[in-house]
């Protein structure tokens, strides 16, 4: 099952129970913005939202494994990392890649593993800040990527930091 698949899963779950976004809010403890986010298909949910939107929804706890099977086969994103860094064009491309690198884990982990506030790391995720190449490099070794992936997230970011630097206006 990849992420799109598990995204529109989880959102049938929603409609057969009947529930609004805010409903299911109420019934999970996740804001509404959270829970539409973990049908979007963009992100994969962590695990404990995951978890949370199911037994809102009502499913019975002994088909959480099942649903954490899923789940798990979801975050193994079956395009290869390294051709997503090698044809970054953009900020947005850059998130995008490092999103599917640092799957599954939650923004939470993430934080614990680098010590770099979530905030930041949603920003580079999210491709909506771009990031000292030391920090981004301590995020990519705490991910576990490889030799390849670690290369190709600096050369993409040298792409990137070279291309909106030539694009800044003169002083």
Same mark, same amino acid.
């Given at each position: ?11 049938? +779950?929603?409609? &057969? ?27 994969? /949910? *962590?695990? #404990?939202?995951?978890? =949370? ?11 959480? /494994? ?8 979801? *975050?193994?994103?079956? !395009?290869? +990392?390294?051709?997503?860094? !090698? ?5 947005? #491309? ?11 884990? *939650? ?9 770099? /506030?979530?905030?930041?790391? &949603?920003?580079?995720? !999210?491709g909506s800040r771009l990031a000292r190449r030391d920090r981004l490099d301590h995020l ?6 490889? /030799?390849?992936?670690? =290369?190709?997230?600096? !050369? ?5 930091? *070279?291309?909106?630097?030539? =694009?800044?206006?003169?002083?």
């Amino acid at each position: 099952m990849d992420l799109e698949a598990f995204a529109g899963a989880l959102q049938r +779950v929603r409609r &057969q129970a009947g529930l609004t976004y805010r409903e299911l809010a109420d019934h999970a403890h996740y804001s509404h913005a959270h829970l539409v986010r973990a049908t979007s298909g963009r992100q994969l /949910p *962590s695990w #404990d939202v995951t978890t =949370a939107f199911l037994t809102g929804c009502g499913v019975p706890a002994e088909l959480l /494994p099942v649903w954490r099977r899923y789940w798990e086969a979801a *975050s193994r994103d079956p !395009q290869d +990392v390294v051709e997503l860094l !090698q044809t970054a064009e953009t900020l947005e #491309d850059l998130g995008a890649a490092l999103s599917a690198l640092a799957r599954p884990r *939650s923004l939470r982990t993430l934080e614990r593993l680098t010590g770099i /506030p979530r905030t930041t790391i &949603q920003g580079w995720l !999210q491709g909506s800040r771009l990031a000292r190449r030391d920090r981004l490099d301590h995020l990519v070794r705490a991910i576990g990527a490889t /030799p390849d992936e670690r =290369a190709a997230v600096a !050369q993409a970011l040298d792409r990137l930091s *070279s291309g909106r630097l030539r =694009a800044a206006p003169a002083a």
